[in-house]
């Protein structure tokens, strides 16, 4: 019986730390991300696009991608800071 219970409890262990736990990690890095972003921060969508937060609602973000050109995107799907111009 131990035999078998041993090795089952080893790879839940091992799946803990190697994938579950780092995974809860970035998702916390993310979510503190998102709740920290403010106007003027020139960020990347998931999506490839990148371009200046100009206004900020609790679900959708609009950024400015060129003079006078305005997208609407989800939160969730802002994916990181871009790289400044």
């Known amino acids: ?13 091992i799946f803990y730390f190697l994938l579950i736990r780092p995974q809860q ?18 960020v990347i969508t998931s999506g490839g696009i990148c371009g200046e937060i100009s206004a900020i609602n609790d679900q959708i973000i ?15 799907y802002i994916a990181g800071f871009a790289p400044k111009k």
């Not at 019986?1 to 262990?13: D, E, I, N």
């Open 25 to 42: 990690k970035k998702a916390k890095e993310h979510r503190t991300f998102l709740e920290n972003l403010k106007r003027g921060d020139r």
């Open 1 to 13: 019986m131990w035999t078998f219970v041993a090795p089952m409890v080893l790879m839940v262990v």
């Open 62 to 76: 609009t950024l400015e991608v060129a003079d006078k050109v305005r997208l609407e995107v989800g939160r969730p």
